[in-house]
């Protein structure tokens, strides 16, 4: 079992990142920016679209977020992601 996931983001190249990693800090490490502000699962200014794989918490996010969106800031990828950032 590997300890990285593929994340597609938009049209950018996928990434490889560790699945210890929250989300948020594998994609800057990829100079890849996406809006945050809290880091901690509250504000839900970090939030996306997960078109395809699954993640976890470790702790519930506090910000509402629907069904098929996730906060990167404080989730981990469990599989392979597909994202789309919210339009800016």
Known sequence: ???EVKIEIDDLVPIYAPKS???LSSLEQHDIRIEYQCRSGY???CRVK???G???YDEPPLAF???N???TCCSKAITDLK???PLT
């Open 1 to 3: 079992m590997s300890d």
């Open 21 to 23: 990693q929250s989300i």
């Open 43 to 45: 504000c839900g200014a």
């Open 50 to 52: 997960l078109l395809e």
């Open 54 to 56: 699954r993640v976890d």
């Open 65 to 67: 977020i629907k069904e």
């Open 69 to 71: 969106e996730i906060l």
């Open 83 to 85: 994202l789309e950032r």
